[in-house]
């Protein structure tokens, strides 16, 4: 099994970051493993935009630069939960749930690449992980490994994507942030699909979440609806 671990010579880092539980262990680790790291984030119409002002209050703490992003994922071309008012719906009947955003991930790493190559930044690193992925094909290790030689290709320029959750589950993503001590940081973090703070707990992001802090062994600091769980 391949480990998307590697990094490049470089000690330069941008996260692609939308202040959730995922990014943000990878921006602890990115802090961890890199000496100069930046993080950039995504307005695409998400109902949970919410999670963009919790990423700049991480971000603040932490005192890394966070750059925005505006694109244009319109509501019309995508049947999207996460870009219209629709129920969000876990259907393991279906081969992707109702949330996933089709070229979501392929339209930020190209976008990250462009504000990385501009900079000089050579590592990309994403929240991407096969083994919790809920459906999202672009969330596989073998589409990570083919956006990686598409962008080199494409920039010529020694991109190397970093993606450290990879085959970590949700449980592990939180003992990763425990071992980093940025456990305390996740009460910051946004999960819930409905843009809820305090948070749904009954979403599938949500049920997922609290699911895997009950694997870990741990007490989730985020902050749920009382009628919620």
């Known amino acids: 099994m391949k480990t998307r671990k590697a990094l490049s010579k470089y000690e330069k880092a941008v996260v692609l970051f939308s202040g959730g539980q995922d990014s943000t262990t990878c921006l602890a680790y990115a802090l961890h493993k890199f000496k100069n ?3 950039i984030g995504f307005n695409y119409g998400q109902r949970h935009n919410v999670e963009l002002i919790q990423a700049q209050k991480i971000a603040d703490k932490l005192n890394v630069k966070l750059t925005i992003m505006k694109l244009a994922i319109n509501e019309e071309w995508s049947s999207s939960a996460l870009l219209n008012e629709n129920e969000i719906v876990s259907d393991e009947t279906s ?11 392929l339209v930020f790493l190209n976008h990250a690449a462009i504000y990385a190559h ?10 991407a992980c096969q083994t919790d992925f809920s459906g999202y094909p672009d969330c596989r290790n073998e589409f990570i490994d083919s956006a990686e030689r598409v962008l080199n290709l494409a920039f ?20 990763m942030m425990d071992s980093l001590n940025y456990l305390d940081l996740l009460k910051d973090t946004h999960t819930c699909y409905y843009g809820k703070r ?31 769980i």
């Open 156 to 175: 010529s320029f020694p991109f190397v994507i970093c993606a450290p959750l990879m085959w970590l589950s949700k449980a592990d993503t939180i003992k």
């Open 198 to 228: 305090p948070a749904c707990g009954k979403c599938p992001s949500c049920t997922l979440r609290l699911k895997g802090f009950v694997e870990a062994g741990k007490t989730d600091p985020l902050i749920y609806s009382a009628t919620s």
């Open 37 to 39: 790291v930046e993080a």
């Open 118 to 127: 501009a900079n000089d930044i050579s590592n990309l690193v994403i929240g």
């Open 95 to 105: 081969e992707c749930p109702n949330s996933f955003v089709p070229g979501r991930n």
